[in-house]
């Protein structure tokens, strides 16, 4: 009776009678097998019986974990409970068919990137152009080969895997743009407020140190000197964030190196003579 079959279909009625002729004693004391859960979720859709055991054998052989459903309804259902890495869909299914259960896969919004595969014995270009039209990932003609199914199902997975790992980084990239946006316009906006306070501060502090008596002088400067600093950090916290935005414009310029030393020694001299330090 085998021999009637194309490669794949006897592949299958092997294994049926291979678990069909396993002792009774045997099937009672095997254990149930362990699953690993990090394994990829395929659903196999198949009204026929023997095409969905062969679906699930080969899955599981490639490193799936399968559920089988024999309607399209069930699986339907059972996706607003849990999603799968890999869906894999008979077309001719007593019932709701495969092309109904497609687009309501894809009427799902959790569902709508779950890779499907619709396997049929229909290779007619309609049938492939509707699959298509209803959301099927890929095409796969029955009878299959095994080794040809599990090799397109682990592509497709790690395929499907790698887009969402891109459009994860896209998202992802696009909140940290609007997120550097967002602390840019802050920045720029608490850097123009703190200027007009401090501008004031520097002009009186000036004319205080050029017209002030000579009690007043020193701290005058010095106040001068710690409101040039303040300015000179808000704007060095606008430059960051201009550079965080890619729009710092870089202007080159000469300075006297014994001129800042004086400023930074000016600068900490206060904090050194606080300090009790010589």
Not at 22 to 39: F, G, H, N, V
Not at 125 to 144: C, M, N, W
Not at 174 to 180: G, H, S, V
């Amino acid at each position: 009776v085998i021999a009637q079959f194309s490669e794949p279909l006897a592949t299958t009625y092997q294994w049926i009678a291979a678990e069909v002729g396993q002792p009774e004693a045997e099937k009672q004391t095997a254990l149930p097998p362990q699953i690993d859960t990090s394994l990829p979720l395929a659903f196999a859709i198949d009204d026929d019986t023997t095409m969905r055991g062969l679906t699930a054998r080969v899955l599981g052989a490639a490193g799936f974990r399968v559920q089988e459903f024999g309607q399209g309804e069930l699986a339907v259902e059972a996706l607003t409970r849990t999603l799968p890495d890999l869906i894999l869909l008979d077309v001719m299914m007593s019932g709701m068919d495969g092309f109904e259960t497609c687009a309501r896969i894809r009427a799902i919004p959790e569902a709508a990137r779950v890779p499907v595969v619709m396997l049929t014995g229909l290779d007619d270009l309609d049938s492939i152009q509707r699959a298509f039209e209803v959301g099927a990932t890929d095409f796969l003609t029955k009878p299959f080969k095994p080794a040809i199914l599990a090799n397109r199902a682990k592509y497709i997975v790690r395929a499907a895997r790698a887009l969402t790992d891109a459009e994860t980084r896209r998202v992802a990239a696009a909140e940290a743009r609007k997120a550097t946006d967002a602390k840019s316009a802050f920045l720029a906006n608490m850097s123009h407020e703190l200027r007009t306070p401090l501008n004031a501060i520097l002009g009186y502090s000036e004319m205080l140190a050029e017209d002030g008596g000579s009690d007043v002088v020193p701290d005058a400067q010095r106040i001068h000197r710690a409101g040039t600093q303040l300015l000179d950090l808000v704007n060095d916290i606008l430059d960051l964030s201009k550079i965080e935005a890619g729009r710092m414009e870089l202007h080159v310029t000469e300075f006297r190196v014994t001129e800042l030393m004086n400023d930074i020694s000016l600068s900490l001299e206060p904090l050194v003579e606080s300090a009790g330090n010589k």
